[in-house]
């Protein structure tokens, strides 16, 4: 079977790594034969450095579905170009604070200190203007002020919002963890989350775990806790053992 795992808020708390146990239930997974793979909202570029070494070879899907990693191979699905003029307009016109991701290298305009600035893999990605980033994957905008959701959208993207971030978090249109997963070829499998963006997994997963009380729960099969998760991990292992 295969197990997707969310990043932030659901293995990967406040030190910005795997919790040590989480670490040692999801080595056991795989050493019962399952499939590990992530699904998160960080580009590959940055999930990265969250995730031991020991898992960097397996499939992933970043940028909350737009990028996918398998065989040491990424792939990425980009915005229209009408909907990227359109949001630099937006971005000028609003004069936001923003990141944009391609597949490998950002543009960012913002707080230096704001974590998900703090949270990019600057040794692989490349901080490029807006002008410069091709191939755009992902747009992130800062503290939109009332108007900038109604004015984008009509535009061919997917906008997610998280729960207690003031930002918009925008994709191609279509673009979920669920299509990324199946980019990968993966149908049956078991999805721990804790956010909206989680909730396209959930809803097709086999069985669905969310950590934490976010309202996506409603969509889940089960709700745990921060401390319930590597045990939870060993269960559904055991489970649904190959």
Do not use: W
């Amino acid at each position: 079977m295969h197990f997707v795992f969310d990043l932030d808020g659901t293995i990967c708390f406040q030190d910005n790594k795997i919790d040590k146990p989480i670490e040692n239930a999801l080595d056991t997974l795989v050493a019962t034969g399952h499939d590990l793979v992530f699904a998160s909202a960080r580009p590959v570029r940055d999930m990265l450095p969250t995730i031991p070494k020991q898992f960097h070879h397996v499939q992933m899907v970043g940028g909350n579905g737009g990028l996918t990693f398998k065989n040491g191979h990424l792939d990425a699905t980009y915005f229209e170009q009408s909907a990227v003029t359109a949001l630099r307009e937006i971005i000028h016109e609003y004069e936001l604070s923003y990141l944009a991701d391609n597949a490998v290298d950002f543009a960012y305009v913002g707080d230096s200190k704001h974590p998900l600035y703090l949270n990019i893999n600057k040794e692989i990605g490349k901080h490029r203007t807006i002008d410069e980033l091709e191939e755009i994957t992902k747009f992130i905008l800062f503290a939109p002020p009332a108007g900038v959701k109604e004015a984008i959208g009509h535009l061919p993207i997917t906008i997610f919002e998280h729960a207690n971030e003031q930002l918009l978090d925008i994709t191609p249109a279509s673009i979920t963890k669920l299509a990324g997963l199946r980019r990968l070829g993966i149908e049956q499998f078991v999805a721990f989350g804790n956010d909206n963006n989680d909730v396209s997994m959930f809803q097709e997963a086999t069985y669905s775990v969310c950590v934490g009380e976010h309202e996506a729960g409603r969509f889940a099969d089960v709700r745990v806790a921060r401390a319930e998760v590597s045990e939870m991990i060993i269960r559904l292992a055991k489970q649904y053992r190959v």
